[in-house]
C-alpha cells in the first residue's frame, strides 16, 4: 500500500480551506454536533436517574459503547461532505448506523491501540491518536473496507504527516480551551447535591465545544483530502500570502 502524499501546506492555509467549506454550511454542521452530543448523552442521563447506576450501569457503559462508534462514523460522513459541497442535513449522523458493526469494531480498536501506548507513556499515545485519526474518515469515504485496513489505510497516509497533524491540532487549542472553560468550572464548582440537574448543567456547558467541532473536522477532512491525493493545492504566485482558497485548490480527477 502506498504512502499518503505529504501535507505541505500549513495549519493556517488548511483551516482557511476548512473555513471555506463551511460558508453557507454552519447550521448544517453545528446541527450535526449538537445532534450528535444529546444522543450520545441524554439517553444515559435519564436511564441513571430513573433506574439507578446500580441496575444499569452496565446498560449505560454498553450503549456508549455502541453509539460512539456509529454517531462518530455520521458525523464524518457530513463533514467530508460538507468539504466536498456535497448536500448534507444533520439527521444524517444515523447512517453511521447502516455500518454499525464496522463502526463499533473501529472504535473499540482505535480505543485499545490508543489506550495501550498511552499506558506505557504519553508521547506514544499521542502519536497512536495521530496515526489512527484519519481512520473514520477511510470509513466514511469507502464503508465497504474492514475496520482494520482503515487502521492501516490512516497509517500510511500519516506516514510523514504525522508533524503537520500535530501542528494543526496544536492550533485549535486555544479555541478548545475556551469551549471547555465553562464545563470544567461547572464540574469543580456546581452543587451535586441534585444529580440530575448537575449532569444537565453539565451537559448545557459541553454544547460549546459543538461550535468548535465541525471548524476543527472539516479542517481535517482537507488534510485527509490532500493526504489521499484528492485535491491539490496550487500555486499560484511566489507571494501567496494573500492565498485565496477558492481559486488555489483543484480536485484531482480519479479513475
Not at 473499540?108 to 499521542?126: D, E, N
Not at 471548524?215 to 507571494?239: C, D, H, W
Amino acid at each position: 500500500m502506498p504512502f499518503g502524499i505529504n501535507v505541505n501546506i500549513s495549519s493556517k492555509e488548511l483551516k482557511s480551506l476548512g473555513k471555506w467549506a463551511l460558508k453557507g454550511r454552519w447550521t448544517t454542521a453545528v446541527g450535526a454536533s449538537l445532534l450528535s452530543l444529546f444522543v450520545v448523552n441524554i439517553p444515559p442521563i435519564l436511564l441513571n436517574f430513573i433506574l439507578g447506576p446500580d441496575k444499569w450501569g452496565n446498560v449505560v457503559d454498553a450503549y456508549t459503547l455502541l453509539i460512539n462508534g456509529p454517531m462518530q462514523l455520521g458525523l464524518t460522513m457530513i463533514f467530508l461532505n460538507i468539504f466536498r459541497k456535497k448536500a448534507a442535513n444533520p439527521m444524517e449522523i444515523f447512517y453511521g448506523f447502516e455500518f454499525l458493526l464496522k463502526a463499533v469494531v473501529l472504535y473499540i480498536w482505535m480505543s485499545l491501540l490508543i489506550g495501550l501506548q498511552t499506558m506505557c507513556f504519553v508521547i506514544p499515545g499521542v502519536i497512536a491518536a495521530i496515526r489512527y485519526s484519519m481512520a473514520f474518515f477511510v470509513l466514511a469515504d469507502d464503508p465497504r473496507k474492514r475496520p482494520l485496513m482503515c487502521i492501516t489505510e490512516s497509517k500510511f497516509l500519516m506516514h510523514g504527516n504525522k508533524m503537520q497533524m500535530f501542528k494543526l491540532i496544536l492550533s485549535f487549542f486555544g479555541w478548545y480551551a475556551l469551549a471547555v472553560t465553562p464545563m470544567a468550572l461547572a464540574m469543580n464548582f456546581f452543587p451535586t447535591d441534585n444529580w440530575l440537574v448537575y449532569q444537565l448543567v453539565i451537559l448545557a456547558t459541553g454544547v460549546l465545544p459543538c461550535f468548535i467541532e465541525p471548524y476543527v473536522q472539516v479542517t481535517m477532512a482537507a488534510f485527509y483530502e490532500i493526504a489521499n491525493g484528492s485535491l491539490r493545492v496550487k500555486r499560484t504566485a511566489p507571494e501567496y500570502q494573500s492565498y485565496d482558497t477558492a481559486q488555489n485548490v483543484e480536485p484531482v480527477e480519479t479513475e
